[in-house]
């Protein structure tokens, strides 16, 4: 082995550790949009170091003396047996970003774009903003609503980078690593130097070189079309398509939903697609010694026999090998001999490119978690609101998975509400309240589109109902709002024999009927009305009554006829007033008695019959006719309690009554009470007439 053969070409640089550790071995991948890991093998003549000294502490691996090599975090150590002087160490490092890998969560995002739900994660993680950047990037819209379901933050990031058709890859020295992302390729880094293809005919390069290089083509999309359904614009139909420049290529995408909701944002999402797909269209492979090749970073290739080769081709993936078994044998040790044509020592390398032309999109797939059958959440909306809805009824709800606090009208996007008939200004409403609990069901399954199908009883808002003893009723109850504590009612009881129909109205009820209505009564029919009752009815009304009639009026009857008024009395009529009957017509008034009529007033009486007029004394001349009382009745909507009270005439005591018959007997000149008097007529002397 020559002199420079056992030169350490390969270092290890921890940061805050004193002791020497060399690298024996490693073997390593890095990929565009995937964290690093490499796998070192290292010696160290400690025996015990300190696993906190090494455990998650950064460090650069250095493939030369030029700079190129990996920075990252150590993620795991394994320590061997102890040798006759040196002890094994096994590490791995990889990015920062793996860290996020170990934290799954559930959480919902509002209103941020994906570089600042990515920057918000970064934050949470501690990783600076010194440590990533955003280069040749074309902002995102915000996310309205934006869902991690069960996924970790690494996942979460990486889907989001895929559906908006970003990238990342890792800049590398020994002071740190930098993470970029981008969604062009002027975000990746130009090439460093020329790196020539030389054959690999067993002649020694002079310098670092390609000696492998192959370049494939296969299938691919030339055209992708997708669909999604908005329902604030149901009447219009979202698609979007996207075609790509590949001649002969027949196969098409077609993709539903497509995650958009109008058509400048379906063709950019279509023409991700696209990318990603025709990405993977024309590819190379390679191997090389050349420890500068990095993923994210422009191949610069020369002196291929095939002249379209020599091009700048994007890295996308590289895979690093190292082997210097020579630190072994510098501490007294004998490395362990290889097999026949076994590569022991140095640097090396394969890779895979595409043309530097072709935008890169990442092929890898992060589907969306999907949720399966239903969840529960309960409504909520701002503080102090009983009912919080859009003009569509949509509610907005606090999922029991959300850790984030957030209870009020932020805490989740308006969620629709299913009904049992929805056209178009007609169907069912019933807005879910603040506080209820209700069961959520996903379109698609996808978190992101949540939809309410139904309200759940729990041990804060119990059925109301006393189950089991009244498990055979059915009851829709609302509740008065805000603040109030009552409530509208419709229950109905199928116990056999007890069936019933309840309806509540807390205050007013109101029905309106454009044609008919029928109601049709077997049993009694009672009706209580508390307050007033007003009728109007623009037609005839026709009552017949087969039976008795009672009517008990304890204030004033009042009934005003346009037209005429017919009363038949079959048997006998009664009418008995309690001060006064007064009957006026206009122009006639007739009564007529078939054999007998009688008129008694004061003590005296007039018999009319067919056997002559007699009167209980002699007929005289004068006197005063009786003022009787007009008919005022009152008109419908008029109601006695908002008028004056009427002016009715004294009343006569029956001792008065009885004083006065008296005096008629005695045939007495002077009554103690006057005619007048008794009829309420009289008028003080002086007084007008």
Known sequence: MSASARQHRFSLTIQGCQHELRVLAFNGDESISRPFCFALELVSEHPALDFDLLMHHTAFLAFDEQGSGIHGHIH????????????????????????????????????????????????????LSNAYTFAAFSPSPPREYCVQYGESDLY????????????????????GHLLVFGDKQQAFTP??????????DGMVAAGPSINHFAASVSNCIKRTVQRDYDFQTASRTLEADSSGPLDGSPFESYIYPGGFKNKARGEQLCQIVLEQHQTGYYQSRGSSDQPILSSGHFLQMSESPREDWNRRWLLTRVHHEGKQPQVLEEQGQVSPPGEPGEWTLGYRNTFKAIPADVTYRSQEIYPKQRIAGSQTARVTGPV???????????????????????????????VRVSSSWAGEYYGAVTTPRVGMEVQVVYIEGDPEMPVISACLANSINPVPLDLPAEQSQSVFRSHSTPGGRGHNELRIEDRQRQELIRVHAQRDMQQHIRHDSHVHIEGQHQVTVVGDSVTVLQGEEHLTITSDRAVHIKASDHLQVAGSSHTRVGSVMTVEAGQHVHIKAGAHCVVDAGANMSLMAGGEHLVINPSGIFTSSSIQEGGKPVRGVPAMPLLPGQFAHDLPPEALPLHIAPSQLALMAATHDLGADIC???????????VPEGAAQ
Do not use: M
């Not at 980078?161 to 002071?175: I, L, M, N, T, V």
């Open 672 to 682: 103690p009470l006057c005619e007048a008097c008794r009829n309420g007529l009289c």
């Open 76 to 127: 795991s150590v394994k320590r061997h047996s102890p040798g006759a002087r040196l002890t094994r160490y096994d590490l791995t490092l990889v990015p920062s970003l793996a860290y996020l890998a170990h934290r799954t969560n559930h959480r919902i995002f509002q209103n941020l774009s994906v570089a600042q739900i990515i920057e918000q994660l970064f934050n949470e993680h501690g990783i």
């Open 191 to 200: 090439p460093k130097e020329v790196t020539p293809f030389v054959q690999n």
């Open 384 to 414: 102090g609101e009983e009912i919080h809805c859009d003009e569509f009824g949509r509610v907005r709800v606090k999922f029991h998975w959300d850790r984030s606090g957030i209870e009020n009208e932020q805490s989740s996007c308006w």
């Open 156 to 175: 979460f990031i990486q889907r989001l980078c895929f559906e908006e058709g970003y990238h990342y890859y890792f800049k590398h020295s020994p002071d």
